[in-house]
């Protein structure tokens, strides 16, 4: 997180938050009532959490990485709107995203143009996801994985991997980082593009597929931005 959004829970009465989430700033809790809920349970939140801001209340609505990276920001706006509350006082602020966070693990991967995919089919259709990992594939695209493997969906992954060694090699270096930046239970792991799949890989995992380009320099996943060194 960064510094402004620990000042802003130590100024606000209410903090809103999926149950997990709540559990992650603990530390920074004092003060505050929080309000948590369970998964699948977004707009209620958001709901919630706008009531007691339209009451005057002073509200912070906490999602994990960046708010407006799959985050809580876009169903605020949208609930906002239907509310006709749009004129309410809202600040969205930035946080550190999964897929820069994994990175920062690996060394360097995203160096150039990449495509941020979830895997999660829930609110997407598969199809619609299968769709695009092909046309980012074919189009060279460095990949930040979401979500990717769940065990009501164990399979999708292994259709990634599939779609992507059409358009690239097998020893493409592809990096798994699971729980990045979250302290001791973070863990950070470099492979290949043909074995990835064989290592354990779970919702708190982030994949990162090299594209053509991406190498491996010592300890570090790297893709060159095309200096001429």
Known sequence: MTARVQSVLNEVEYIVGYKTYIDLIRSFIT???????????????C???IRLAAEGHRVAVVSSGDAGVYGMAGIII?????????????????????????????????????????????????EVIEKRVRLAAEGDFIF????????GRP???????????????PD????????????????V??????D?????????????????QTRIVGPYMVTPRGYKL
């Open 47 to 49: 709901r919630e959490a």
């Open 196 to 212: 990835f799949t064989n290592h354990p890989i779970d919702m708190l995992t982030t994949v990162i597929i090299g594209n053509s």
């Open 144 to 151: 930040a994985l979401y979500n990717p493997k769940s065990n």
């Open 189 to 194: 792991e470099i492979t290949t593009l043909a």
């Open 172 to 187: 493409t270096p592809v990096g798994l980082v699971r729980e990045a930046l979250r302290g001791e239970e973070s863990s």
């Open 78 to 126: 949208e609930c906002l709107e239907q509310e006709n509350l749009l004129d309410l006082p809202l600040e969205i602020i930035p946080g550190v995203t999964a897929a820069s966070a994994a990175a920062s693990m690996l060394g360097a991967p995203l160096m150039h143009d990449f495509a941020v995919v979830s895997l999660s089919d829930l609110l997407t259709p598969w």
């Open 155 to 169: 399979h999708h992954i292994e259709t990634v991997r599939e779609i992507v060694l059409r358009y690239r090699r």
């Open 31 to 45: 003060h505050q009532q929080i309000v948590a809920t369970g998964m699948r349970q977004e707009i209620d939140r």
